[in-house]
Antibody, heavy 122, light 108 residues
Framework: QVQVVESGGHLAKPGGSLRLSCEMS????????MSWIRQAPGKGLEWLSY????????NYADSVKGRFTISRDDANNALYLQMNSLTVEDTAVYFC???????????????WGQGIAVTVSS | DIVLTQSPGTLSLSPGERATLSCRTS???????VAWYQQKPGQSPRLLIY???NRATGIPDRFSGSGSGTDFTLTIDKVEPEDFAVYYC?????????FGQGTKVEFK
């Protein structure tokens, strides 16, 4: 049975930083592309970033490029999102999501974390 | 960026009725790269359809996807009470991967 545990959210001030974590167990974590996706209050879904299985490739949405960094630790089945220079527009629920094995299905999200609430406020 | 426009914004239905949800993309998207998700309040999204027409594991056959090019459709044949939710289409063929704004299927 696959289990997903996200942690690290909560409250930050504008200009501050937070680090989100997502741990997946019960699967061959290293084989999958992983992404972060967020949902602002009452809004739709926004893909933010993916990381490739071999760590050699990452991609970011323009809204977070240069401020957020995705990384993974395959030995510990963990995905991370380092968020710097936070603004109030970053307030959202952040989901980790599992994609497929290949780039063609990397953005097909068959498994999601429960979501972490991040609030950026002074 | 490829913009996905979903219609209608809200669909009011009674159980047993058919739901037809539309997703129009601003550019051509191969069927391989179109997915649909269901999200209920307070929950994470759930993959329903991938490759425009393929049901994900465990998804009932009352859900079906169709379309090509720039026009895609999710159909729920005979809506069940548990189907009242928000539905999102998504393209993952061109970066940035993008979602539609969602269609809410609500109880009439």
């Amino acid at each position: 049975q696959v289990q997903v545990v996200e942690s690290g959210g909560h409250l930050a001030k504008p200009g501050g930083s937070l680090r989100l974590s997502c741990e997946m167990s019960g699967l061959t974590f290293s084989a999958y592309y992983m992404s972060w996706i967020r949902q602002a209050p009452g809004k739709g879904l926004e893909w933010l970033s993916y990381i490739r299985t071999s760590h050699s490739d990452t991609n970011y949405a323009d809204s977070v490029k240069g401020r957020f960094t995705i990384s993974r630790d395959d030995a510990n089945n963990a995905l991370y999102l380092q968020m710097n220079s936070l603004t109030v527009e970053d307030t959202a629920v952040y989901f980790c999501a599992r994609g497929g094995f290949r780039i063609e299905v990397a953005g097909q999200f068959s498994m999601w974390g429960q979501g972490i609430a991040v609030t950026v406020s002074s | 960026d490829i913009v996905l426009t979903q219609s209608p914004g809200t669909l009011s239905l009674s159980p047993g009725e058919r739901a037809t949800l539309s997703c129009r993309t601003s550019q051509f998207v191969s069927v391989r790269f179109v997915a649909w998700y269901q999200q209920k309040p307070g929950q994470s999204p759930r993959l329903l359809i991938y490759g425009a027409t393929n049901r994900a594991t465990g998804i009932p056959d009352r859900f079906s996807g169709s379309g090509s090019g720039t026009d895609f459709t999710l159909t729920i044949d005979k809506v069940e009470p548990e189907d009242f939710a928000v539905y999102y289409c998504q393209q993952h063929g061109s970066s940035p991967w993008t979602f539609g704004q969602g269609t809410k299927v609500e109880f009439k």
